[in-house]
Structure formats: C-alpha cells, structure tokens
T-cell receptor
C-alpha cells in the first residue's frame, strides 16, 4: 500500500499563475478530501468527494479554486489565478467505508504552495 | 454544527513528565468518530487513534492513553513519561458516520507540545 500520493511536494509560483495540485488516493478508498493548513485558519476542509462525486464544496474559498475527481484514482485541485494569500500546505486524504479500517482517514504528505 | 475545541495552544514540559492534552467536541449526531493526529516538525499528519461514539472504553497504547467521556463531550489524550520525540502539534478531530463513507473531518486548532530534555 503506497498510501495517498500528492504531487508536487513543493510549488513556488508567481501571483496570477495557474497552479494544479494532484492527488492519488489509496486504491479501494471511496472518499477523498482536500484540506488546507495555514497558521491563521488551521486545518480547514475545502471539498470532499464520495465515489468521485463532490459532496460538499462549501469550504472552497472562492471561484478561483476548483477541484475535480475524474476517476477513483485521481483528483486535482486547481487555483487560477493564484494569489499570495493562497500560500499554505494542501493535504489530500482518502478513506474507505466506515468500519472497514481503523485509521479512517489516510493523509498524503501535503503540497507546500508558495505564491510570490 | 460540529466543533472541536482544543483550549491549550501550547504546552511545555520536561522529559519524563506526564502531560494531558484536552479535547472537547460538539455534535448533534448520535453516531460519530473521534480522532487524534500528530503533526511532527516534518509536517505530515500521523494517525494515532480513532474512537467510535458508542465505545467509551478508555484505551492505552504504550505511553499513550485516551479518556473518552460522552457525559462531558471530551476525548483527552495523555502521554506518560514524555520524550523529546513527542514534541509536535497534536490535533483532535471529529467526523459523522455515513454508510457510504466517512463524512468530513473537523479539526481542532491543535496543541503544540514542547518536550525539553
């Protein structure tokens, strides 16, 4: 089990550029979550999917953010255009149906985004 | 709405001291899950424990123990004989339960634990 894989690990981009973060969940997991961590706001949920369908995107900051899950093994989080206040660590997590795993949620290593 | 409160922002202890991290939660659901995660300086989120709302039995794992009390909506975490390697930010979290999978995980603001030699 390779765990949840996120890429890139680090991203530095200029304000106004498009940024795409990628996530590969654990095979067999049917839920996928995108979180953002900042000093000011802590860990906040941006969006999550069940069976590739977006369930709750109320945490997405604004229209500049979009997320897709075209299939069970891949998701993207896109920011266009990026702004310095988007600088944060973005985590992806996946989970199976309740009761099937002790851990519940498995987190990726995160993508540290810096917008200059 | 779900909410997790970790009132302790930062705790400093000397190695070998016992330390308890507090967690208080709010939910209207009768079935839910509680979690603790550790975030070391390297930044990853490390799963420590999951607790079901219908299981109030306390748990011990090595130097770690957890006290779940539904009557006070608390899920406290104790480290016995702390070590420098325990220095990290610890997050308590809560999620509802669904047949189709876990609902969103709501995190507390975290408690930074500093263990000095």
């Amino acid at each position: 089990d390779a765990g949840v894989i996120q890429s890139p690990r680090h991203e530095v981009t200029e304000m106004g550029q498009e940024v795409t973060l990628r996530c590969k969940p654990i095979s067999g997991h049917n839920s996928l979550f995108w979180y953002r961590q900042t000093m000011m706001r802590g860990l906040e949920l941006l969006i999550y999917f069940n069976n590739n369908v977006p369930i709750d995107d109320s945490g997405m900051p604004e229209d500049r953010f979009s997320a897709k899950m075209p299939n069970a093994s891949f998701s993207t989080l896109k920011i266009q255009p990026s702004e310095p206040r988007d600088s944060a660590v973005y985590f992806c997590a996946s989970s199976r149906r309740q009761g099937e795993t002790t851990a519940g949620y498995t987190f990726g290593s995160g993508t540290r985004l810096t917008v200059v | 709405a779900q909410k997790v409160t970790q009132a302790q922002t930062e705790i400093s202890v000397v190695e070998k001291e016992d330390v308890t991290l507090d967690c208080v939660y709010e939910t209207r659901d009768t079935t839910y899950y509680l979690f603790w995660y550790k975030q070391p300086p390297s930044g990853e989120l490390v799963f420590l424990i999951r607790r079901n709302s219908f299981d109030e039995q306390n748990e011990i794992s090595g130097r770690y123990s957890w006290n779940f009390q539904k009557s006070t909506s608390s899920f406290n975490f104790t480290i016995t004989a702390s070590q420098v390697v325990d220095s990290a930010v610890y997050f308590c979290a809560l999620s509802e339960a669904m047949n189709t999978g876990f609902q969103k995980l709501v995190f507390g603001t975290g408690t930074r634990l500093l263990v000095s030699p």
